[in-house]
């Protein structure tokens, strides 16, 4: 069974390393059946895809759908890709307090039961979110 880890993050943040570093380690820690799920936006989403092609592993992009729900797709698409379940969830983002959909994506992610680690700096320090 594949172990599902949903990314999400700063559309404005371009992090390949960040993204890579973080990939190799999921991947030396939870084996190639990882799937890298994400809602296909640049920055975060884009850097973690890469990321995870480079090492030939599963995606599974979820992009909102703006012309059936107008501006509510970006929040149907969130709890879509939560609805589907995922054992972690990897928040990237400098400001998360000041973030709209990514401190949402993280709110639907712990309500779901969904751990969630936030990666704030080029430092790649995760550190466990609990309540947001």
Do not use: N
């Amino acid at each position: 069974m594949p172990f599902r880890v949903l990314v999400t993050g700063d559309r404005e943040w371009a992090c390949l390393g960040i993204a890579e570093a973080i990939v190799t380690r999921l991947t030396a820690r939870y084996g190639p059946e990882l799937v890298i799920v994400h809602g296909g936006a640049k920055g975060v989403d884009l850097s973690f895809e890469l990321a995870a092609r480079e090492q030939e592993l599963a995606t599974e992009v979820h992009e909102p759908d703006w012309e059936k729900h107008g501006r509510k797709a970006g929040p149907i698409r969130s709890q879509e890709m939560v609805d589907l379940g995922a054992e972690l969830a990897i928040a990237v983002h400098r400001d998360l307090a000041g973030s709209r959909e990514t401190k949402d994506r993280v709110r639907r992610c712990l309500e779901a039961g969904i751990p969630v680690w936030l990666i704030d700096s080029e430092e790649v320090k995760p550190r466990r979110v609990t309540k947001i």
